[in-house]
């Protein structure tokens, strides 16, 4: 009987902490500091199990529908919060909606570095799928890639 062992880190924590979705070990950029310089650098491979990070040429290019769906998803969430806990009018007479504004898209701003990073393990994710046996099977080698190219989305 072959039984798939259970996996040692669920899929939420392993893209939370920017691992790598085959194996969800290997830490897929290059460094763990998201406010660095060269943050969204990435390893050409899973340091662990191998599995290539840039599967197409562009590969990356999707990931600004990801950064903006979170970035909409932040905004919208932040501002159902505001309205539920303080209270948001739209009158001319009530400026609690600007507070909200200038709050909310600072963050925004702060967190792009996190979102950026998020946005690209979450992108990997959905084209490269768990697999508890990475061991005994070989990764998929990408159709096509332009080495030079690589690194630069
Ligand atoms: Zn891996």
Redesign the pocket.
């Known amino acids: 009987m072959n039984i798939a062992p259970m996996p040692k880190r669920f899929y939420l924590t392993s893209i939370l902490a920017n691992r790598?979705p085959?194996?969800r070990?290997?830490k897929i950029f290059k460094t763990d500091k998201a406010y660095k310089k060269n943050n969204v650098l990435m390893h050409e491979h899973?340091p662990?199990?191998?599995?290539p990070t840039e599967i197409e040429v562009g590969f990356y290019y999707g990931t600004g529908y990801v950064s903006y769906a979170l970035s909409i998803a932040f905004l919208a969430t932040t501002f159902v919060a505001w309205k539920v806990l303080i209270g948001v009018t739209f009158s001319i007479d009530d400026n609690r909606i600007f507070y909200w504004m200038v709050i909310a898209f600072s963050l925004l701003l702060m967190m792009q570095p996190l979102i950026m990073r998020l946005s690209r393990t979450l992108w990997l994710s959905w084209f490269v799928s768990y697999d508890p046996n990475?061991k005994n099977h070989p990764f998929e080698k990408p159709e096509r890639i332009v080495p030079e190219q690589m690194n630069n989305w």
């Open positions: 790598c085959r194996c070990e290997g899973c662990v199990c191998g599995q990475w």
